[in-house]
């Protein structure tokens, strides 16, 4: 029975079997490209119009026919077919039915494979008019919270033991920077993907002149593959949005990391907003980051398509390969994935608050200044860096026996260890607001630098928009 609804069936005597359509059939998630498939057909369609293959009424038929199939599909109405394979031969089924003969010329010249091509393509430069849009929204509520976190010292790591005093605004720019670079890497995966493939045919061009030039501009693309057979065979433009979204989610893992380990009773650095938190069934003082947990979570699914991708294309020859088909799932999801975690990133850097208390106990009790002292005893003192090293380290196991701090320990204990260190310039040496203004050079953690940094953010954010306003039209 499935013979006669193959659109591909004329040199089979046997029909298919139950086992090839299940394998086979992509309906039950390319689906999702319903849309960018119309739009290619379309604007194939005026192509075929335009070279004389459709005559104006045949083209305006099969224009208004995918119009309603559209709506079909959007209100739930289109009914889908395992044995009918993928999105392509649904609409073109469809369209048969519901026009005539016409649509069956829809398809020539073109193949499947620039079809399907084209259309991750498309949906590709179309998911990253949602995504960029709000990838710079986080850079936004980062560089505000950023701004309003300057006076805030908190320490720094290495190791996760404690470092050096930042100021708190140095660290949301750290992030900044990163998620900078991703709105960079993903302008580039839009570049890559503007290109228009229909033409291709199967993998050698088509028996048509096509109008290659009309479809670039009646779609909106940038340029024309170069070359027949790395069009319909290649998927860099996948590997590079998710290459481009596995490094952000690295990034949102990070800080997300973060900001469980800082929202924890032992650090208390941080306050989530309830909103953004749950509780648990048993445990009622409970109050659970699971926003950041799901966003370092999700993480690993999208590094995890990132190689399923890259290792489904590997070993395939020259040109298309069904394995292809298999493409889509990782994609559709790895977008979904990213969409929603930079949402909940952002929300969770809007509503953070800082613990100032908790910080400045980190600080004192983990020697933040130590390198300072050491650096003061260097500069005032004339001692050698090495000699300096030691008399603070001292200093530091003398505070830890005595339960006390570079701030809180007494002056005898000081003196056993050196007398510079009862010198009135000790305390400032030791401050935890001068430690960071000494950080004086571009790029550090000084307070007039943070203002240079934010400025240098504000720029950034400004040249990423208009290139964005260039090609989001
Ligand atoms: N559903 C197919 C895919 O996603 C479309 C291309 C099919 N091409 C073919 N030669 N069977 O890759």
């Not at 013979?3 to 089979?12: A, D, I, S």
Request: hydrophobic share 40%; glycine share 6%; charged share 25%.
């Amino acid at each position: 029975m499935s013979k006669n609804v193959k659109l591909w069936g004329g040199r089979f005597q046997e029909s298919q079997s139950d086992l090839m359509e299940r394998i086979g059939e992509s309906i039950s998630f390319d689906k999702e490209l319903y849309e960018q498939d119309i739009r290619g057909s379309i604007a194939h369609a005026k192509m075929l119009q335009r070279i004389g293959i459709l005559n104006s009424k045949e083209c305006k038929a099969i224009e208004t026919g995918l119009q309603s199939i559209k709506k079909e599909i959007e209100s739930g109405q289109f009914e889908t077919r395992i044995e009918l394979e993928d999105i392509h031969m649904h609409i073109e089924t469809r369209l048969t039915q519901l026009i005539g003969d016409a649509g069956k010329k829809l398809h020539t010249a073109r193949s499947r494979n620039d079809q399907i091509s084209q259309d991750v393509r498309l949906y590709i430069l179309d998911h990253l008019k949602i995504l960029l849009p709000l990838m710079l929204d986080l850079l936004h509520s980062l560089l505000k919270k950023a701004e309003s976190s300057v006076n805030i010292l908190f320490p720094g790591y290495t190791h996760l033991q404690v470092a050096q005093p930042i100021r708190a605004s140095h660290y949301l720019l750290a992030y900044f920077w990163a998620f900078q670079r991703d709105v960079e890497n993903m302008i580039r995966t839009y570049e890559i993907a503007n290109v228009l493939v229909l033409g291709s045919g199967a993998m050698s061009g088509v028996n048509y002149p096509t109008d290659r030039e009309f479809l670039k501009k009646e779609l909106g693309l940038g340029k024309i593959s170069e070359n027949s057979m790395d069009a319909v065979a290649q998927r860099d433009h996948i590997f590079q949005y998710i290459f481009s979204a596995s490094q952000c989610m690295v990034h949102a893992s990070r800080i997300c990391e973060e900001f469980i380990i800082y929202s924890s009773t032992e650090f208390s650095y941080i306050r989530l907003p309830d909103r953004l938190t749950s509780g648990s069934s048993i445990m009622p003082q409970k109050k659970n980051p699971d926003v950041a947990e799901l966003i370092r979570g999700k993480s690993a699914m999208v590094i995890g398509d990132l190689v399923s991708l890259l290792t489904l294309v590997k070993g395939t020859p020259m040109t298309y390969n069904r394995d292809f088909q298999e493409d889509k799932p990782p994609l559709f999801r790895v977008t979904k994935n990213l969409l929603l975690s930079i949402e909940g990133l952002k929300e969770m850097v809007e509503g953070l608050e800082f613990r100032s208390e908790s910080i400045e106990s980190t600080l004192r009790r983990g020697f933040a200044t130590a390198t300072d002292l050491a650096d003061w005893l260097v500069n005032e003192k004339n001692l050698p860096f090495r000699e300096a090293h030691e008399i603070v380290g001292s200093l530091v196991s003398e505070c830890e026996k005595a339960g006390k701090d570079l701030f809180t320990i007494d002056d005898e204990s000081k003196a056993k260890i050196s007398p510079h260190l009862l010198d009135e310039g000790y305390l400032s040496a030791i401050s935890l607001e001068n430690s960071a203004d000494k950080k004086n050079v571009p790029g550090g953690t000084a307070k007039n630098r943070q203002m240079e940094q934010i400025r240098d953010a504000k720029k950034a954010v400004k040249d990423l928009q208009k290139n964005l306003q260039s090609f989001l039209k």
